[in-house]
């Protein structure tokens, strides 16, 4: 990006301070930040490096439990670590638009979609109501959004997440800011999902001629949408180039470390003899939602100490067929075994040691633990409903545990969840699944809402886990490079329906189900050309969704 663009945001020698109860500690160290009309500017590293701290700055604004405490946020020449309340005000929403990573966490549930988009052009006086309404459906239009005339007046839970993200887009958009801040807007969402968000929001910034800050974990998808790369490491700048330049040729050593995340891949292990019973045996399960049927005779295996990806997009059946599985929903017909034998269709049939074997981890560790009980109980909790300790010989299974999940007892017995990372809760989540002793754990997206080094570290410990306690997993995930690393066998699932099942190896292997083929050429490149040529080969021109070529 030429320098010769006019500056809209310069921030000069930020810092931010955290407050950790006792006192302030920096966590933002001098950055320096400089963006251009019409320029997107990606901000990456991992989780506490102040990636959504510096996007919330650049508002002028400041998380709970922080304060900005030096240098300058200049946004079109106004000072915003200076300017008053209303100053800042009339800006955000007008001017800065920001999309959170969740959609469907940030919309009002109880308003429809469209008078949410049109709440800020009416309430700034930049158009009537009648007019906001017809500028969100032409938006809705340009970002592929299906019934583009109508889909605003349904409510947020009446659309998906996909939809909703692009929503989310035309919202930041009904202003037409000079600047949006995009927080992880496709970090929960499956690849072929991820792909239309992607094309909708690069579409919309062009277009319009919009400057961007795009955070983000994840190399590939901001090697699609950035002109720069600033890398950022607990607060402090570490590198910066134009993106083509990072991706071929990274300076420094952290920088060259996160493109080489994911190298682990652990080898496939042969499959189970005819004769060896399986840990879970899911046997022609079909299942509804009221009158809505959302299963169709899925059938598969989990053999012992062994794990089975299950894939497939938002709706696809991954975590119904879960919720089969452990109970929470009965089938409508077939049957889930354990070790040979039936369970009971609900949970509350089953015995304390039908449900002490199949345990969960969640893919939210943030709203999975509960923020005001301490580790020690929340890891206690099922070692004493299914094993019965109690007193010493408890805390000493939940040291034993700590110490297994590759944390100190002594450091985080008696700590809080929101005094945790989200790698340190995620930990935590798989203990308390460890607790119970069971022998087949469903992992449920268990590293998405993670950065690429963490989660590394996660998929390194549960193959840990599994090799020492020969453990068996149901890993449910959208994450294609994450079967790659960790899976014996792959479940493709597409509406409901198995449309493809087997060795991991030859999974990866031409020729493919369409479907499967779909979701393996829908994976981001480190590529900056990548979604591209992707949309042209497509047949979709750059704009909005690839929803009507998929």
């Not at 369409?514 to 497509?538: I, K």
Request: charged share 25%.
């Amino acid at each position: 990006m030429s320098d010769a663009r006019e500056v809209l945001l310069e921030i000069r020698d930020l810092r931010i301070d955290g407050y950790t109860g006792e006192e302030w500690q920096p966590i933002i160290k001098g950055v320096d930040l400089t963006l251009h009309k019409g320029e997107v500017l990606g901000l990456i590293g991992e989780s506490g490096a102040g990636k959504s701290t510096i996007g919330a700055a650049s508002m002028g604004f400041a998380r709970d439990g922080t304060r900005i405490s030096g240098g300058s946020i200049v946004f079109d020449g106004l000072d915003l670590t200076t300017a008053g309340r209303e100053e800042k005000r009339k800006l955000r929403g007008k001017r800065i638009a920001y999309v959170a990573q969740s959609a469907a966490a940030s919309f009002n549930p109880a308003h429809k979609i469209i008078d949410q988009h049109t709440e800020a052009p009416v309430m700034y006086g930049l158009q009537s109501r009648a007019e906001a309404e017809a500028d969100a459906m032409a938006l809705y239009e340009q970002l592929r959004l299906p019934n583009p005339d109508e889909i605003g007046f349904r409510y947020p839970h009446q659309v998906s997440g996909g939809q909703l993200q692009r929503a989310m887009t035309a919202m930041a958009m009904a202003c037409r800011p000079d600047l949006i801040i995009f927080d992880e807007p496709t970090t929960a969402l499956d690849v072929t999902t991820q792909i239309e968000v992607l094309a909708a929001i690069r579409e919309i910034v062009e277009r319009f001629d919009t400057a961007a800050i795009y955070i983000t974990h994840d190399l590939a998808v901001v090697a699609q949408m950035a002109d720069t790369i600033k890398v950022l490491l607990k607060g402090e700048e570490v590198d910066e180039a134009p993106t083509r330049e990072m991706l071929t040729d990274p300076k420094q050593d952290y920088t060259k470390s996160l493109w080489a995340v994911r190298s682990f891949k652990r080898q496939q292990k042969p499959l189970a003899g005819p004769d060896e019973v399986p840990v879970v045996s899911v046997r022609g399960v079909s299942a509804a939602y009221g009158k809505v049927k959302v299963l169709e005779d899925v059938s598969f295996d989990i053999h012992r100490g062994r794990t089975v990806a299950v894939v497939g997009e938002s709706g696809s059946g991954k975590s119904t067929t879960a919720r089969c599985i452990t109970g929470l929903l009965p089938p409508t017909r077939g049957e889930i075994l354990f070790e040979g034998q039936a369970l009971p269709p609900r949970y509350t049939d089953r015995t304390k040691d039908q449900l002490r074997h199949a345990q969960m981890i969640y893919q939210m560790a943030d709203t999975a633990l509960n923020p005001k009980i301490r580790i020690s109980e929340i890891i206690g909790r099922p070692a004493q409903f299914y094993s019965g300790l109690s007193g010493a010989a408890l805390r000493k299974r939940v040291e034993e545990l700590l110490e297994l999940i590759e944390l100190d007892p002594a450091e985080f017995y008696d700590r809080l969840p929101p005094e945790l990372s989200g790698g340190q809760k995620q930990r935590i989540g798989i203990a308390r699944a460890l607790a119970a002793e069971p022998a087949f754990i469903i992992c449920d997206e268990v590293t998405s809402a993670l950065d690429q080094l963490v989660a590394e570290g996660i998929l390194k410990l549960l193959d840990r886990l599994q090799k020492e306690l020969d453990l068996s997993y149901m890993f449910i995930t959208h994450d294609l490079a994450t079967v790659r690393a960790i899976a014996d066998e792959v479940v493709v699932m597409q509406n409901g329906r198995v449309v493809e099942h087997g060795p991991k190896d030859e999974m990866f292997r031409p020729p493919h189900h369409p479907y499967t083929d779909l979701l393996l050429s829908s994976v981001p490149e480190m590529d900056p050309d990548w979604l591209t040529h992707l949309l042209d080969a497509r047949g979709v021109d750059n704009v909005g969704s690839a929803e009507t070529a998929l």
